[in-house]
Structure formats: structure tokens, C-alpha cells
């Protein structure tokens, strides 16, 4: 059964510093993968999401992520972060010919002044 | 506007009590889910709704059920057969479900506290 790891619950950094979210996926021939975005008390909104073609997919609020097939990894990436990009982030897979998304454990960005 | 609302914002229980969530989306979409989510634990899929007056369990449907009468309508009853239903549940929609390419779209969740 296809899985979601998100090593990391909570990461802190500094206001205009780089960050990265990990995901990593349990392989299968073929995948999709999103990332969705949850503000406090709010349902989940997406921010990007690789169905297919090029390994590199950009999304909103300046967010990109990376398919890495050989390393089944989909890591989110931002250059510079701001405050309000604080909340949690969500990695999600499903299948082809699937209804069923899995979903991460989410990892908690906590964006310092 | 376009969207899904979800009702109520909080709700309590009692014990013992059978308790409705309220889940509409006016997207037009044929698709609907119920979500579960707890601290750490990420979204746990409760019901699957693919078509009008047709559903699926999910990986957690005990004590859970749903009804889809309408398109635009999906909502979850929490029975008392539930014995740990504190958690914030979420219900989405996508256009038609299956594939696997389709992006969710999000409630703003209700929040259910146990008196």
C-alpha cells in the first residue's frame, strides 16, 4: 500500500531564510503528488502539485518542489520565507485509477522574526 | 463564490449522542470525502462519495456514517458507537474522483469536543 513519510513535525526557522519540507513516498510505477498548506483552524489548500513531465513544479505564495523518482522524494522548497508562511504543510500521494489520497503526517513551519 | 462550507464551526457531544456534520459545495463537483484529523496523526479518509446516492468506507468508517441524497450535499453523522470522536473533521471535494489527478478542495472543518 502506497505510504507518506514526513520525517520532520516542526521546523523553526528565521524570517527571509531558505527552507525545505521533506516528503518521501513509498514507490509505485505511478504516482502523483501534492502538497497542500492548512492555516490554524482552516481546511487545506493546495500549493503545488506533480502529475507529470517536469521534475520541477512551482506553486503559490513562491513555493516549488522537487519529483525525485530514484529517491521517492517530493521536497518543498521556499528561498525566503515570511512570516505568514507560518502553518502546516501537508505532502499527500495517490495513484493512478485511485479516489484514494494518502496524506503525510504534516510538518509544522514555525516562521521567526 | 465557489466553495465548500462546513457546519458547525464547533460542536459538542454527549454521551451517548448521535451528532450531524454539515458538509455543501456548490463547485459542482461529483466527487466528496470525510476526513479525520488529529494532532500528528495527519487526514485518516472516514467516506468516499463518488456519485449521488453512492459511498464508500475509508481506512476509519466504524461509528461513522454518511448519506449523499444530493450533489451538493455529503454530510457525516457521528454515532455513539464512536467511543474517541474528539478531532477536527474536514470534508473536501474534487470534480469527478478517481485517477488520482485531482486536486481536493477544503471545508473549513468542524470541530468536535466530547462534553
Known amino acids: 500500500a502506497q505510504s507518506v513519510t514526513q520525517l520532520d513535525s516542526q521546523v523553526p526557522v528565521f524570517e527571509e531564510a531558505p527552507v525545505e519540507l521533506r516528503c518521501n513516498y513509498s514507490s509505485s510505477v505511478s504516482v502523483y503528488l501534492f502538497w497542500y498548506v492548512q492555516y490554524p483552524n482552516q481546511g487545506l489548500q493546495l500549493l503545488l502539485k506533480?502529475?507529470?513531465?517536469?521534475?520541477l513544479v512551482k506553486g503559490i505564495n513562491g513555493f516549488e518542489a522537487e519529483f525525485n523518482k530514484s529517491q521517492t522524494s517530493f521536497h518543498l522548497r521556499k528561498p525566503s520565507v515570511h512570516i505568514s508562511d507560518t502553518a502546516e504543510y501537508f505532502c499527500a500521494v495517490s495513484d493512478s485509477g485511485t479516489y484514494k489520497y494518502i496524506f503525510g503526517t504534516g510538518t509544522r513551519l514555525k516562521v521567526l522574526a | 463564490d465557489g466553495g465548500i462550507t462546513q457546519s458547525p464551526k464547533y460542536l459538542f457531544r454527549k454521551e451517548g449522542q448521535n451528532v450531524t456534520l454539515s458538509c455543501e459545495q456548490n463547485?459542482?463537483?461529483?466527487?466528496m470525502y470525510w476526513y479525520r484529523q488529529d494532532p500528528g496523526q495527519g487526514l485518516r479518509l472516514i467516506y468516499y462519495s463518488q456519485i449521488v446516492n453512492d459511498f464508500q468506507k475509508g481506512d476509519i468508517a466504524e461509528g461513522y456514517s454518511v448519506s449523499r441524497e444530493k450533489k451538493e450535499s455529503f454530510p457525516l453523522t457521528v454515532t455513539s458507537a464512536q467511543k474517541n470522536p474528539t478531532a477536527f473533521y474536514l470534508c473536501?471535494?474534487?470534480?469527478?474522483?478517481?485517477?488520482?489527478?485531482?486536486?481536493?478542495?477544503f471545508g473549513p472543518g468542524t470541530r468536535l469536543l466530547v462534553l
Open positions: 463547485l459542482n463537483h461529483d466527487a
Open positions: 506533480y502529475l507529470s513531465g517536469s521534475t
Open positions: 473536501a471535494s474534487s470534480l469527478q474522483g478517481g485517477g488520482g489527478t485531482e486536486t481536493q478542495y
